[in-house]
């Protein structure tokens, strides 16, 4: 299982966010990804293997983590950014978890 | 280009049967292990299926067993969803998703998303 926190975060434009995937067991740091979902987009990879940008992702998107604790951060928020972020295990049994999402609004 | 088209919206009644298609364009689709992620409006996103490139292994989440079938047509490098038995629960946004290159693709991230297709069950 994958918990992400928090469940919705308020941060304004030009701020750092940073959230958090934690598993309910270890997942190795390889198959560990981030995606991000706009309203009415189909989801969009950001970080595979939890620091790895996938093409065209901005810098100002990082992933860090191992064994049970992730995190995605974001340096400085642009308007684009506000969006919802689901964390990804792709590696163990049960396999392709998601997380819960974490909803990142406009304070 | 490189991109997952998906069929169109469909509403369906509960117990019936509905077949969702996902073609693959700009790329070697036969390469590629595919899967299926629905998203009930509102909420998260749940993995369903996965299908291996030569389109003879598939896998899938254990609450949908026996009622689902992903399969493949390589000559069209088409994949389709086949689920029975429709509840209102089925209602969601179905993507299909590209996942990695043969051989080791199965512990690949979900790099493709088509564009979805809403179902709907509603009596």
Redesign the interface.
Known sequence: VLTQSPGTLSLSPGDRATLSCRASQIVSA??L?W?QQRPGQ????LI??TSTR?AGVPDRFSGSGSGTDFTLAISRLEPEDFAVY?C?Q??RS????????TRLEIK | QVQLVQSGSEVKKPGASVKVSCKATGYNSSDYYMHWVRQVPGQGLEWIAIINPRGDRTEYVQKLQGRVTMTRDTSTSTVFVDLRSLTFEDTAVYYCVRGGPSPYGDYSQFDLWGQGTLVTVSS
Do not use: C, K, N
Request: proline residues 9%.
């Open positions: 390889a198959y990804a995606y189909a989801p969009r990879l595979y293997a996938a689901y990804q792709y590696g049960p396999r392709y978890t998601f997380g819960q999402g």
